[in-house]
C-alpha cells in the first residue's frame, strides 16, 4: 500500500496564503487528488495531478512532483469559509481505482 | 441531480444487533466503495465494487459484508456489530477506465454509528 504523510494541523490568517505538503510512497504512482472535508461532511473534490507541475483553480493551486513523491496544496487569498480539512490521495497503478487517503490536514483559518 | 445517497446518516445501536447502510448512486458509476473515517487515520476502505455481482475487500474488511445486486446500490452490512466499528463511514462512486482515470470519487453525507 501506500504511506502518505500530511501535516496534522495548520493555522493560518483571513487573506493569507497556505500551503498544505503531502509525501507518499508508491509502487506505481498513478494520479494524486485533493479534497476539502468541512466538519461531519463528505469529501469534496478540489484538484487532480497526474504530471509533474502545477494545477490551477482559482484561489486554489495544486503541485506534483512524482520524482520526490510530492505533492502540495495552495490555498491563496483564505476566507473562513476555507477552515477545513484537506485530504491529499493517491491511486496506484496496481489497482486503478482504489484511492488511499493521508490522514488530513485541519485548516484553520483566524480572522 | 447527481449524488450518493446513504441511509441511515446517524444510528446508535446494541452490540450483536445486525445493521445494514444502504448507499445509492444515480450517476451510471461502476465503481462504489466503503470507507470508515476516525480521527488520526484518515479514510480507510472497507469493500469496493467494480461492477454488479464484483466486490472485492479493501484494508479494512473484517466485521463487513457487502452485495452489488444491481448497479445503483451497494449496501455495507454489519452482521454482529462490535464497538470497535463506531465510525463515520462514507459510501463512494466513480466511473471506471482510463478516459476517466481524472474523474474524482463522489462521496456520499456520510454514515455516524455508534455501537454501544
Known amino acids: 500500500g501506500q504511506n502518505i504523510d500530511q501535516p496534522t494541523e495548520m493555522t493560518a490568517t483571513e487573506g493569507a496564503i497556505v500551503q498544505i505538503n503531502c509525501t507518499y510512497q508508491?509502487?506505481?504512482?498513478?494520479?494524486l487528488f485533493w479534497y476539502q472535508q468541512h466538519a461531519g461532511e463528505a469529501p469534496t473534490f478540489l484538484s487532480y495531478n497526474v504530471l509533474d507541475g502545477l494545477e490551477e483553480k482559482g484561489r486554489f493551486s495544486s503541485f506534483l512532483s512524482r520524482s520526490k513523491g510530492y505533492s502540495y496544496l495552495l490555498l491563496k487569498e483564505l476566507q473562513m469559509k476555507d477552515s477545513a480539512s484537506y485530504l491529499c490521495a493517491v491511486r496506484d497503478r496496481s489497482n486503478d481505482y482504489k484511492l488511499s487517503f493521508g490522514a488530513g490536514t485541519t485548516v484553520t483559518v483566524r480572522a | 441531480e447527481a449524488q450518493v445517497t446513504q441511509n441511515p446518516r446517524y444510528l446508535i445501536t446494541v452490540t450483536g444487533k445486525k445493521l445494514t447502510v444502504t448507499c445509492s448512486q444515480n450517476m451510471n458509476h461502476e465503481y462504489m466503495s466503503w470507507y470508515r473515517q476516525d480521527p488520526g487515520l484518515g479514510l480507510r476502505q472497507i469493500y469496493y465494487?467494480?461492477?454488479?455481482?464484483?466486490?472485492d475487500k479493501g484494508d479494512v474488511p473484517e466485521g463487513y459484508k457487502v452485495s452489488r445486486k444491481e448497479k445503483r446500490n451497494f449496501p455495507l452490512i454489519l452482521e454482529s456489530p462490535s464497538p470497535n466499528q463506531t465510525s463515520l463511514y462514507f459510501c463512494a462512486s466513480s466511473l471506471m477506465g482510463s478516459s476517466y482515470s481524472n474523474q474524482p470519487q463522489h462521496f456520499g453525507d456520510g454514515t455516524r454509528l455508534s455501537i454501544l
Open positions: 508508491t509502487s506505481g504512482f498513478n494520479g
Open positions: 465494487s467494480m461492477n454488479v455481482e464484483v466486490t
